[in-house]
């Protein structure tokens, strides 16, 4: 691995640092970054280290990826290690893309400015689909070869995780291993092996990449793609994924942490010079969901419901608070409201911060009399919006994708609200669900409509003058995702996105509504990532070579440059969208995220009847992810 | 809450007694590279970071008092700039600066303190003048063209507009032989302040416009304010020795 390599630091000039936006993006020195000085004065007496050095990749920029606790768990996780040191490294933003192609300046990581090629394990955190370009513009500027084929035994081993990855086939190509599923004990077990390896280099029988690979490949939950081959049949569909090499697993299982009370969690984590897009502390307080609600796909990836215990969460809470400075603590988890014992976690922290003028944020929390008396204790500015995701507007469709959110509850707990002073409203839908219709799409703005007609009903109740109403609208695009019971389902086309739009713009002008949407051009070459095979990994290269970078920033992406690209290697939009046949061989069957597909498959055909599916807590469905031993599934046994 | 309510408040609420103590700080290195916000608001967490009893603004949304002598621009190190931050106790200052600089960034750190005596007017509005320090290949010769000059013109944009606006008057002082590099280095005192500022950057774009002073060096030229002055020029005082 890094034998070879010495260390050559980059500096950027002060011009260049004074001709991008944000230069801090660049420059590291926060308070919390970690700088392991022995093995920063080794790299610079002897160019060389035993220590893994590992780089902590996110395919997008600072402000984005300083945000995601995936990076500052790991980060911590890692740098825990005596035999690690993780560094992070950003997608450079165009301006700073241009100095380093100019001027030959590969990327870097913050905190040892030491290029890409020069670590031993370049990672990558994939949060979303459309940062697929940005992974290739990191490893080309940090001086990697795209492809894991083209890697030598000198270059870095490229590696990638995240939620995405469990159907990694687009980008698969590029990487020499994934890790699926949660990375805080896997990771560790891939840097001994990198130690290992690293060790070796110094003896007769240094370990190559592919027996690195081979080893790795037995770490449950490491996907090495290189060893599975991918045959399609005549019609395009995936005939079969099978391993190419003895001993390889035939379905790699997701790894996941049972006991969340002991795993390592960061309560001291880097404070950005510079505001970052999500700019507090978080606490997670627990990973899976209860609901299954049938579009979320989070929802069954992360099965089972796992808890932290209130007093981890206290003691954590307590501590990031006073190592950070943040004035603001956020709760992270798919649905706060469902957490056993918010309660006393947030009585506790409230009683903890008194005097020191911390708000906590609570985010998708359930409208009730609770909750709004919760709201106002913990927050500093009073009265903020409320947010209500019914996510489709009649009852009918709410039962097809499980939402059990009835219109009744939503007016009951905003009647709540408006009568406590609430004032503004922020709801959302999705459009494009499975089975919906026109009468679907003006259930959105009827509902919608009973809402502002309950504010002034609650007005004239109690002969108040209320403030200014509020009510803001947003629909996304529904995009049919892997693992979930919609996995078979089709993804509407463009045109009909773009009627139900208009006829909600129509239907919702009001001077007390506001209407946003998001962009359609991005959801529908979203559905083509998620859904994808291995052969888009050429269609993604050839996009890249064009400068298609940042595909999730609306104005950096190219519909119309994706489609012909499609088009040109063979493959179309219809392709990846379109309806799936129940026996059909997916790209990602060979991955098992707990929940199997015969669970999916009998949750899509209760979508078609309308049959809802109870939560985890009432009943158990008996979707598979029991197979990890813990959590929820096994609630009821403990108690 | 911008600069200006923030001093206003530090000013009106007498009902709050309020302990200030002004820091005297520095910066370097990454977070020269931040602007004036980020830096405010990297105190404010360090400060939280430290048990030190800290005041905040009545109200809503309650606020640490913190009041900026004047903003540092982004890419500007400093090795003089104040700060007054007010306390709910006193404070002794020798306590301020070492508890601050157990919890500042690596390259921003509290050199010394004094107590603000009650009554004392905000730090904001004593500043008239600041000194700059110039780090560049060769610019000793064309600064000393550029102040030998009766007017020195540069273009500004404000509310898209622009504007010539001669900058020779803000111009104060040559402190060069203070603070002598060679060549290579200037140091000069400009007007500053709420009401008549100069900015590095356009002073150095007025040397590479009318003396032709090499561009891609004044882009890399280092930036340090080097002091903050108080009083009318030429009866000023470094804000130091107050
Ligand atoms: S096995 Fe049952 S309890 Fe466990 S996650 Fe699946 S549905 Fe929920």
């Known amino acids: ?639 | 809450m911008n600069a200006k309510d923030r001093e206003r408040e530090m000013t009106t609420q007498q009902h709050q007694t309020q302990y200030i103590c002004r820091i005297r700080f520095a910066r370097k290195g990454s977070l020269s590279y931040i602007g004036h916000l980020d830096l405010m608001r990297t105190f404010e967490r360090a400060i939280r970071r430290t048990e030190l009893p800290l005041l905040h603004t009545q109200g809503y949304n309650p606020r640490p008092v913190l009041v900026f002598a004047l903003p540092l621009g982004v890419g500007i190190s400093t090795e003089s700039d104040y700060v007054d931050i007010a306390f709910s106790v006193p404070v002794p200052p020798e306590q301020v600066i070492r508890e601050m600089n157990r919890f500042l960034p690596p390259d921003l750190w509290t050199v010394d303190g004094v107590v603000v005596p009650e009554g004392t007017g905000s730090v904001m509005a004593a500043v008239t003048s600041a000194s700059y320090r110039f780090e560049a290949p060769q610019i000793l010769p064309y600064v000393k063209r550029a102040l030998e000059a009766d007017s020195l013109l540069v273009t500004k944009i404000s509310k898209g507009e622009t504007r010539e606006v001669d900058i020779r008057p803000l111009i104060l002082m040559d402190l060069t032989a203070d603070d002598a590099k060679g060549e290579d280095a200037v140091c000069l005192l400009f007007r500053a302040g709420s009401r008549e500022n100069l900015r590095p950057d356009l002073f150095l774009s007025a040397v590479t416009r009318h003396f032709a002073y090499d561009e891609d060096a004044a882009a890399n030229c280092r930036v340090t304010r080097t002091g903050l002055f108080t009083g009318v020029f030429p009866n000023y005082t470094d804000l130091k020795e107050i």
Not at chain 1, 11 to 39: C, F
Not at chain 1, 283 to 300: P, S
């Open chain 1, 1 to 639: 691995m890094s034998l070879q390599h010495s260390y050559h630091p980059v500096t950027l000039q002060h011009r260049d640092l004074m001709a991008v936006q944000n230069p801090a993006r660049y420059t590291g020195g926060e308070w919390g970054a970690i700088i392991k000085s022995e093995v920063l004065s080794e790299l610079i007496a002897t160019g060389r280290t035993d220590t893994v050095r590992f780089a902590f990749c996110f395919p997008d920029i600072y402000e984005i990826g300083m945000s995601n606790l995936a990076l500052r768990i790991l980060y911590h996780v890692l740098n825990s290690s005596p035999d690690v040191w993780c560094e992070r490294a950003f997608s450079p933003w165009k301006d700073m893309d241009a100095i380093l192609r100019e001027k030959k300046i590969p990327l870097f990581a913050l905190e040892s400015g030491s290029p890409l090629c020069e670590f031993d394990i370049v990672g990558f955190t994939l949060q979303y689909e459309l940062c697929y370009t940005n992974v290739l513009q990191m490893l080309e500027l940090g001086g990697i070869p795209l492809r894991s084929a083209d890697r030598t035994e000198t270059d870095p081993i490229v590696v990638a995780g995240g939620p995405v990855v469990y159907n990694s086939e687009p980008v698969a190509p590029f990487f020499d291993l994934i890790m699926i599923g949660e990375g805080e004990e896997m990771i560790l077990e891939l840097t001994d092996l990198a130690k290992k390896k690293k060790l070796s280099a110094k003896t007769d029988h240094p370990m190559t990449r592919e027996e690195f690979l081979l080893q790795a490949a037995s770490i449950p939950g490491v996907y090495v793609p290189s060893f599975y081959d991918v045959s399609y049949r005549a019609d395009g569909t995936v005939q079969s994924v099978l391993p190419n090499r003895a001993g390889i697993p035939s379905v790699i299982q997701k790894r996941i942490i049972l006991d969340l009370d002991a795993v390592s969690y960061p309560t001291e984590t880097i404070v950005t010079n510079t505001r970052i897009v999500h700019d507090r502390a978080y606490l997670e307080l627990f990973r899976g969901c209860i609901r299954g609600c049938r579009f979320c796909q989070a929802g069954f990836l992360y099965r089972p419901v796992r808890e932290k215990s209130a007093e981890t969460l206290l003691e954590q809470g307590i501590a990031l608070e006073q190592s950070t400075g943040c004035d603001e603590l956020g709760m992270l988890s798919l649905s706060t409201s469902d957490f056993t014992d918010l309660s006393p976690l947030t009585d506790g922290l409230i009683e903890a911060f008194d005097g020191h003028h911390t708000s906590l944020s609570l985010p998708s929390l359930r409208v009730d009399s609770f909750s709004l008396d919760l709201m106002e204790k913990v927050s500093s500015t009073r009265k903020s919006g409320l947010t209500f995701a019914p996510e489709a507007g009649t009852q009918r469709l709410r039962d097809v994708i499980n939402k059990g959110i009835s219109e009744e509850d939503i007016l009951s707990s905003l009647d709540l609200a408006f009568q406590g002073g609430w004032s503004s409203v922020k709801l959302y839908f999705m459009l494009g669900l499975p089975s919906e219709t026109e009468e679907d799409v003006i259930g959105i703005s009827d509902l919608v409509r009973k809402i502002e007609q309950l504010y002034f009903d609650v007005a004239r109740r109690l002969g108040t003058r209320l403030r200014k109403l509020e009510i803001t609208v947003s629909t996304s695009m529904y995009i049919p995702k892997p693992f979930t019971p919609f996995q078979w389902e089709p993804q509407d086309s463009l045109e009909a996105f773009q009627r139900k739009q208009s006829l909600l713009r129509e239907k919702l002008r009001s001077r007390n509504i506001k209407y946003i949407w998001h962009d359609l051009d991005t959801s529908c070459w979203e559905v083509v990532m998620s859904r994808g095979d291995r052969r888009l990994a050429d269609v993604l290269e050839k996009g890249y070579r064009k400068g298609y970078i940042f595909d999730s920033w609306d104005d950096c992406f190219s519909y119309s440059g994706w489609v012909s690209l499609l088009e040109e290697a063979g493959l179309s939009m219809d392709f990846y969208s379109r309806r799936r046949e129940e026996d059909e061989i997916f790209p990602w069957d060979h991955i098992d995220c707990g929940v199997k597909k015969e669970f999916l498959l009998r949750e899509k055909k209760r979508a078609e009847q309308g049959i809802v599916t109870p939560p985890c807590r009432e009943s158990c469905s008996a979707c598979g992810a029991d197979c990890f031993g813990g959590g929820v599934c096994y609630e009821r046994e403990r108690s």
